[in-house]
């Protein structure tokens, strides 16, 4: 069983920063890859930022040139690094892997949460 823990959420305000951390119970390495996704109440989930273990990465338009995505194989680790946060990024945001059998894995989420 893959576990996720995210840690870093908080309150910050606008045009602040923030790093958030997730810390798998399993080698990185071997995932397919790793992602952070966001959720506001009444919403869909969706797509942050992915990263495979070939280090190819993917944003969501809302945070391309804002947020950067990376990940520490040896400490199984990835971490979303947030520039320039506004309003609308206030969500709780959530660590994904997929494993190589297809196979989804979810933390149970870190709020963000951005005042104005």
């Known amino acids: 069983q893959v576990q996720l823990v995210e840690s870093g959420g908080g309150l910050v305000q606008a045009g602040g920063s923030l790093r958030l951390t997730c810390a798998a119970s399993?080698?990185?390495?071997?995932?397919?890859?790793m992602g952070w996704y966001r959720q506001t109440p009444g919403k869909q989930r969706e797509l942050v930022a992915t990263?495979?273990?070939?280090?190819?990465?993917n944003y969501g338009e809302s945070v391309k040139g804002r947020f950067i995505i990376s990940g520490d194989n040896a400490r199984n680790t990835v971490y979303l690094q947030m520039n320039s946060l506004n309003v609308d990024d206030t969500a709780v945001y959530y660590c994904?892997?997929?494993?190589?059998?297809?196979?989804?894995?979810w933390g149970k989420g870190t709020l963000v949460t951005v005042s104005s």
């Open positions: 399993v080698s990185i390495f071997y995932m397919n890859n």
């Open positions: 994904n892997t997929r494993s190589p059998a297809g196979i989804d894995y």
């Open positions: 990263i495979t273990r070939a280090g190819e990465t």
